[in-house]
């Protein structure tokens, strides 16, 4: 549990860098990706490797309450990775889509893994971990928006959000 809170203190650091840098500007949502991932993952055992890969149909930009509100989920997506998906493996894939919807405000963002994906308990609502709620709370009413999880080949979650106007 320590471990847990020590990883979303150090998440949250690295968001308010980030945001430090840029005097409070929107942020690139590929580069909050890349910093918060990478920042989390630097607990992951030496002997094992994960690889994130940021696929973004365009420069997608998000403000800084957004981005607070991203780094929160993508810091738990990546702890999950640590704790469930590179558990058998010496290299884990890590796949983040990110888009924007023509003509709207929306954001389209999904984050897969090649580990063995969510157990059916998850799936059905019937088990869920305190970073599921975390992650369904901070999308739901903090970013406006809708989250599913399902596996396809690993563990995929896929957000939907409104985003802030800059």
């Not at 860098?17 to 990478?38: C, H, I, K, N, T």
């Not at 696929?55 to 993508?74: F, G, R, Y």
Request: glycine content about 4%; hydrophobic content about 40%.
């Amino acid at each position: 549990m320590l471990n847990d809170l020590t990883n979303r203190i150090k998440a949250l650091s690295t968001v308010h860098q980030l945001l430090s840098d840029s005097s409070w500007s929107p942020l690139f949502l590929r580069d909050l990706v890349l910093q918060v991932s990478s920042s989390a993952l630097q607990v992951f055992p030496q002997d094992r490797q994960v690889l994130v890969e940021v696929i973004s149909t365009d420069q997608v930009t998000v403000t800084p309450k957004d981005a607070h509100n991203l780094a929160i989920v993508i810091n738990e997506l990546a702890t999950n990775v640590i704790k469930y998906a590179a558990s058998d493996s010496e290299t884990t894939h890590v796949r983040v889509d990110i888009c924007r919807e023509k003509d709207t405000r929306y954001i389209r963002f999904s984050f897969r893994d090649d580990g063995p994906g969510f157990p059916e308990t998850v799936l059905r609502g019937e088990k869920r971990r305190v970073g599921m709620y975390l992650m369904e709370n901070t999308v739901c009413h903090s970013l406006r928006g809708t989250i599913e999880f399902r596996n396809d080949q690993g563990a995929v979650v896929s957000i939907q959000f409104i985003r802030d106007v800059e």
